[in-house]
């Protein structure tokens, strides 16, 4: 299997019901984190900042999936963390990082 974008459903086709499923929660995990790190910001540039990437990870992760199980057509978005790309990569865990910054920074003391 060559690295492409369509990598959701080689893993729902080798792991069943509950790779797919596991997948899929672990976004909805990763998500719930990034808008609780923009309720805990300390500035509104901050919430905005978390906003946006959460905004970010959940289109993709959504027009992928959609996608790969043929309810939209093909558009070569990557799966974010999981699909093989070097730049869309590089920004997504620079995004992430930018989160981090803000959560660290917030007013959760």
């Given at each position: 299997m060559a690295p492409n974008d369509f990598i959701f459903p080689v893993i729902a086709e080798e792991t069943g019901f509950v790779g797919g499923a596991s997948?899929?929660?672990?976004?909805?995990?990763?998500?719930?984190?990034?808008?609780?790190?923009a309720a805990l910001a300390a500035d509104r540039v901050?919430?905005?900042?978390?906003?946006?990437?959460?905004?970010?990870?959940?289109?993709?992760?959504?027009v992928n999936v959609a996608m790969t199980i043929g309810l939209l057509p093909i558009t070569g978005i990557p799966l974010p963390l999981i699909s093989y790309g070097g730049t869309f990569m590089v920004g997504t865990l620079g995004a992430l990082g930018l989160v981090q910054s803000v959560y660290v920074r917030g007013d959760w003391r």
């Open positions: 997948v899929l929660g672990l976004f909805a995990v990763l998500l719930w984190r990034i808008l609780r790190a901050g919430q905005l900042l978390c906003v946006g990437v959460a905004m970010l990870v959940f289109c993709h992760m959504s």
